[in-house]
């Protein structure tokens, strides 16, 4: 294990890794929603952005796909801009579950979701954007996930028909948080905005400049636009350290020990606070919706530079 390292460093590590895990032929794409079941199995890449804006990649970077769950930590980060820490916290929870991530579950005593990264709170998260009609909610959305890659972002049409017209699940979710309160009736607005944000489109390296963001308080390093104030960066990482592996949440943070989130399109990203943000993509994914590849290169990095936070 290395404490310290130099930047040539980096590199070296994520070619040798990409070498290393390329043929690793274990897992399955997600095929619950066909549109993904279209994907590459062979598409892989590793990309890390430091705080101080180097950049370093290798494999598939440039290769588009959806975001899907990762989605829910910037949402999560607007909802926070746009209510404030006491409104979302009352309705959505900050708990793991150590369900799958579209159980249909509620916390029993609240009535809340349990937790941002799940589907259920995810979608409550996301009825909380602000915005005076469906338009306006999106644009914003949009205009948000724009600070965090600093370019011009847009949604998958297929994908979002895709999920719209499956998403019996969520559908069943959205139904069941009406039923309490927790959101308003606009259930399909929110539902629609959910899907949507899935449904955006990035590649590992908008993922690593998007998590080195984090890292570096909100600001991106490369624009150094402010993409979410400063002082929600401990709501989001703490969530995602507790929550954003689904039921692997805990055995990720013993081994890893870092703030993540996976999505079922196999993107995964990692936060090293004031560091840098690392982002892996690669669609084979294990029984619990976490990309393979992605799972053994994150451990190895943090293990090798002695990124584990404790
Ligand atoms: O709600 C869904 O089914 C998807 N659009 C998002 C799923 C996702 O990435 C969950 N993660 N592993």
């Known amino acids: 294990m290395q404490l310290t390292f130099e930047p040539g460093e980096i590199q070296t590590a994520i070619e040798e890794l990409h070498h290393k895990y390329r043929c690793l032929q274990v897992g399955a794409i997600a095929n619950y929603i066909p549109e993904l079941a279209k994907m590459n199995p062979d598409w892989f890449s590793i990309c890390v952005v430091t705080a101080d804006g180097q950049c370093f990649s290798v494999g598939d970077s ?30 959505v929870g900050v708990e793991p579950t150590g369900d799958a ?27 909380l954007i602000q915005g005076k009609g469906a338009t306006e909610r999106l644009n914003r959305m949009l205009a948000m996930f724009e600070r965090y890659i600093g370019h011009e972002s847009f949604i998958d049409m297929p994908t979002f028909m895709s999920e719209r017209t499956t998403g019996h699940r969520n559908r069943a979710m959205a139904h069941l948080m009406l039923n309490f ?16 944000q899935c449904s955006l489109m990035v590649n590992c390296l908008d993922l690593a400049v998007m998590a080195a963001t984090l890292a570096n308080c909100g600001i991106n390093p490369l624009n150094k636009v402010q993409a979410v104030s400063s002082c929600y960066i401990r709501d989001i990482l703490s969530v995602m350290y507790t929550c954003g592996m ?17 999505g079922v399109s196999g993107g995964l990203i990692v936060v090293v606070p004031r560091r840098m943000g690392i982002a892996v993509f690669s669609p084979l994914l294990d029984e619990r919706g976490n990309s393979v590849r992605g799972v053994k290169v994150c451990e190895e990095l943090s293990q090798r530079f002695g990124l584990h936070l404790f």
């Open 62 to 91: 440039q290769q588009l796909f959806t975001i899907q769950s990762i989605s829910k930590v910037f949402v999560y980060g607007l909802a926070l801009e746009d209510r404030g820490r006491d409104r979302v916290l009352a309705t």
């Open 181 to 196: 309160g927790m959101i308003d009736e606009k259930i399909d607005e929110a539902l629609d905005l959910y899907f949507q």
């Open 101 to 127: 991530f579209n159980a249909i579950i509620l916390d029993e005593r609240s009535q809340r979701p349990y937790n941002p990264m799940v589907n259920a709170g995810a979608i409550a998260t996301t009825s």
């Open 246 to 262: 689904y039921n692997f949440a805990g055995e990720w943070a013993y081994k890893v020990g870092l703030p993540a989130k996976s």
